[in-house]
C-alpha cells in the first residue's frame, strides 16, 4: 500500500511500478563509458545509506580501465535525491563509499570519501591509477541529521543538478572514469568481455596446434 501511495504523489514524473528501499540500479553494456541511471529505476525509497548500483549487463562481461601509469585519470559522478523531494539543506552528506565486485587488478583510488556537507553537494571527482576490472560498482551517500520518518517512507528520484541554483537542470545520476590515454586523447573506462575469456581462447588454440605439430612428428 505504501508504494501505491509514494505513485499516486509521483504519477506526474512517471514512478516506477515498484520502488527500492535505498538503491537505485544501473547496467553496463558491452562498448559503454557513460553509465546514468535508467528512467526505469530512477525512483527508491530513502535510507539513512542510499546506494547507486551499476553491474554489467551480460554474464561473462566486465568494466575494465587501464590508466597505463598515468597521472589524470579520473571517476566522476553526479548523485541526486530529486530536490524538490529533499528539501535543500535538510541533512548533511557525511561521506561517499565505493565498492566493487568482482575485482582484479591493482586499481588504487580512495574508497572513502570524507564529506560532511549539507546536501545537496557537488559533483564527485576521485582520482584513479592502475590497472583493472570488476563486474559491479556501487556508490553509497551516507546521511546525516534528517528526518527519521523519512526512511521507507519518502520517495527520492535518482536526479541531481550540478549546481544547486538551477535545480531545473537535472540529469539522472551517472559516472564515468577518463583520463589521458598517452596517445594525445582520452581514454575511458569500459565494458568488455571478460580478459580472461580471451586467454583461455588464445591458450586453447595453442594447444590444439601443439597437438597437431606433435601428431605429425610422430607420423
Known amino acids: 500500500m505504501v508504494a501505491g501511495v509514494a505513485c499516486l504523489g509521483i504519477a506526474q514524473m512517471g514512478c516506477s511500478s515498484s520502488l527500492l528501499a535505498g538503491t537505485f540500479v544501473g ?3 558491452l562498448g559503454d563509458t557513460y553509465f546514468p541511471t535508467p528512467e ?23 568494466f575494465s580501465i587501464d590508466t597505463l601509469g598515468l597521472d589524470g585519470w579520473k571517476i566522476e559522478g553526479g548523485f541526486g535525491l530529486g530536490y524538490d ?13 565505493i565498492s566493487l565486485e568482482n575485482e582484479t587488478g591493482n586499481l588504487t583510488f580512495d ?10 553537494s557537488e559533483i564527485f571527482i576521485i582520482p584513479i591509477l592502475g590497472a583493472g576490472t570488476f563486474t559491479a560498482i556501487t556508490f553509497t551517500l551516507n546521511f546525516e541529521n534528517f ?33 589521458p590515454d598517452g596517445q594525445e586523447g582520452t581514454g575511458y573506462l569500459t565494458v568488455v568481455p571478460e580478459p580472461s575469456s580471451g586467454v583461455l581462447l588464445v591458450l586453447g588454440i595453442g ?13
Not at 526505469?40 to 566486465?62: C, H, I, K, L
Open 207 to 219: 594447444g590444439v596446434i601443439a597437438l597437431r605439430l606433435c601428431r605429425r612428428s610422430v607420423v
Open 111 to 120: 574508497r572513502t570519501v570524507a564529506k560532511n556537507v549539507l546536501w545537496p
Open 27 to 29: 547496467g553496463g553494456n
Open 40 to 62: 526505469a529505476q530512477a525512483y527508491a525509497y530513502f535510507d539513512a545509506s542510499m546506494n547507486y548500483r551499476w553491474e554489467v549487463s551480460t554474464p561473462g562481461n566486465v
Open 147 to 179: 528526518d527519521p520518518n523519512w526512511i521507507g517512507q519518502t520517495n527520492v528520484q535518482s536526479s541531481y543538478a550540478a549546481d544547486p541554483g538551477f535545480p531545473d537542470m537535472r540529469n539522472f545520476s551517472s559516472w564515468q572514469a577518463y583520463g
Open 85 to 97: 523531494t529533499i528539501p535543500i539543506g535538510t541533512l548533511t552528506l557525511r561521506d561517499l563509499t
